[in-house]
């Protein structure tokens, strides 16, 4: 038998800043390196950009309002650092304040709580063109001050907090891959940059500690278990190396205060580790900077196996000239850069589990692995702070019946239960994501909400907001308290 869900569960949705907010231009608000990048042709699906996105700027009570309607326990939303600092270190701006204040208490009057993400990849523009962005330590300074700001301001009124979206994410998109803003291909720079964010976030992770008591504070981190193709011990090995450096890398850092001691010896032999002072190892292990909760973003796991470049170069005995050439180093594109070749195992196909139009992997059961995994090593409470489906809706009718979503949802509501069974200390799930909104790369089209926007290509649709099949099913698990 399944337990229920806790009483004080918090069923909740998510968005983020650029995904939503539109107004980015007005009151005051700064460029970031997404309005930048977005307006360079090429770099996302059709060129689409957030300059409008669902203008939840100017909608914002709509939304409240249909968040209300749906008994939504809990809201994550980001805030957008350069509408509240707009050159990301100097002058605050008050409209920016103002925006928030206001949304935060249209949230508390519906009774939702709201969980407020300070950093959604949203840099300010300024910092990255005259510092070099999170290569540089000025970024450090500049997050800090800007942490400071939002605790004076929304301390008395959010009680959940997430410090950093998805750094693994960001920072391999951005400096690796080259498909995100600063868009580098330079593995050096990102491991630079991610120590830096490591350090920007212990900062202020303590920081909160101190001027905001009362309140819980954590990292959102994108999380996937990793397989192994067999059970060859080698294809097992290369499973634990790829934990090490997709999963540990980033966790161990925010709980422990260090890196793990595997990777970090790969990276120091390749010369690409970054260094760390006593001073920066001395800020990471304070007990002081470490969460009070995990927000773990859950899409899907990976699967890999033992790297066979090598073994194929071993194979034809050719001196390993392979390993001449830096595999760290190299640049695939396209679809080798979803599937990159690092000597330390290879990504490949899962083949017992279904996917989506965009080749994510639907696996409700690797959630209840890394929700095990996750709370057996860092024995903290967790959040799920985004997971969903994202999916070409059609309206027939004027409705939307998404069944497919409901369907992966509803297991994954089933895989949080079991998990919660098992012993894990699971308090709230932020479905990705309330309404529709902009995907990163992939424009309007790639959907994900429960309340579907008419976007008719970005500037010209009507942006009304639709509750899709998926909204009332979601009702009933919220008033059920689990159960539908
Ligand atoms: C996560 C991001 C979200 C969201 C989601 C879906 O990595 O934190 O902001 O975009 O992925 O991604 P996509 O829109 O690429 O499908």
């Known amino acids: 038998k399944l337990d229920n869900f806790p009483k ?11 995904q ?29 950009n957030g300059d409008v996105a669902i203008d939840h700027y100017h909608h914002y009570k709509e939304d409240v309002e249909l968040m209300a309607k749906m008994g939504l326990k809990a809201y994550r939303f980001s805030v957008a650092w350069s509408r509240i600092i707009p050159d990301g270190k100097g002058k605050v701006n008050p409209k920016g304040i103002e925006f928030y204040h206001n949304l935060i208490k249209d949230l508390r009057d519906h009774n939702i709580e709201p969980v407020l993400t300070m950093y959604h990849w949203d840099l300010p523009l300024n910092l990255q063109e005259k510092y070099q962005g999170w290569e540089s330590r000025e970024t450090i300074k500049a997050f800090r001050k800007y942490a400071q700001v939002l605790y004076r301001e929304f301390g008395d009124e959010v009680k959940y907090w997430v410090t950093i979206n998805e750094q693994n994410v960001f920072t391999s998109m951005g400096y690796r891959w080259g498909t995100h803003p600063p868009k580098k291909h330079d593995i ?7 120590h830096h964010v490591n350090i920007a976030n212990a900062l202020v992770v303590k920081d909160f500690h101190q001027m905001v008591p009362d309140g819980l504070i954590g990292p959102s981190f994108g999380y996937g278990p990793v397989y192994p193709k067999t059970c060859d011990p080698n294809d097992v090995l290369a499973a634990l190396n790829a934990q090490d450096f997709n999963d540990n890398w980033w966790l161990d ?3 422990r205060g260090k890196y793990p001691f595997f990777t970090k010896k790969q990276l120091t032999d390749l010369g690409i580790m970054p260094e760390v002072t006593a001073e920066d190892q001395k ?5 002081e900077a470490y969460p009070d909760y995990l927000g773990i973003n859950y899409y899907h796991g990976g ?3 033992q790297n066979r470049l090598e073994k194929q170069v071993d194979d034809q005995k050719d001196e390993r000239k392979f390993n001449k050439v830096d595999p760290y180093l190299m640049q695939p594109k396209g679809d080798k850069a979803q599937n990159p070749e690092v000597p330390m195992f290879n990504n490949v196909e899962n083949q017992y589990v279904d996917k989506t139009k965009w080749g994510w992997e639907i696996d409700p059961t690797g959630m209840r692995i890394a929700l095990r995994e996750i709370y057996e090593k860092y024995q903290l409470p ?16 004027g409705k939307i019946n998404d069944t497919y979503r409901i369907n992966y949802l509803k297991d994954h509501v089933k895989a949080m239960k079991e998990a919660i069974t098992d012993g894990v200390d699971l308090i709230g799930y932020c479905a990705w994501s309330f309404t529709d909104l902009l995907s990163w790369l992939n424009g309007y089209s790639k959907r994900y909400g429960f309340v579907y926007v ?6 010209n649709g009507s942006l009304k907001r639709i509750p899709k099949a998926s909204f009332s099913w979601y009702k009933q698990v919220i008033a059920s308290d689990g159960n539908d």
């Open 283 to 287: 800020i990471l292990e304070d007990p």
């Open 253 to 255: 850092v925010y709980c």
């Open 454 to 459: 008419d976007q008719n290509d970005n500037e």
């Open 20 to 48: 939503i907010e539109g107004a980015a231009n007005e009151d005051g608000k700064g460029p970031s390196i997404w309005d930048k990048y977005t307006h360079e042709k090429g770099n996302t699906y059709k060129d689409t």
């Open 382 to 397: 967790i959040m799920i702070t985004e997971n969903g489906l994202g999916a070409l809706d059609i309206v027939k009718d």
């Open 188 to 194: 050096k720079a990102m491991f630079l940059a991610n």
């Open 8 to 18: 004080d569960f918090l069923w909740g949705a998510s968005s983020a800043a650029y």
């Open 303 to 305: 699967t890999v196996q």
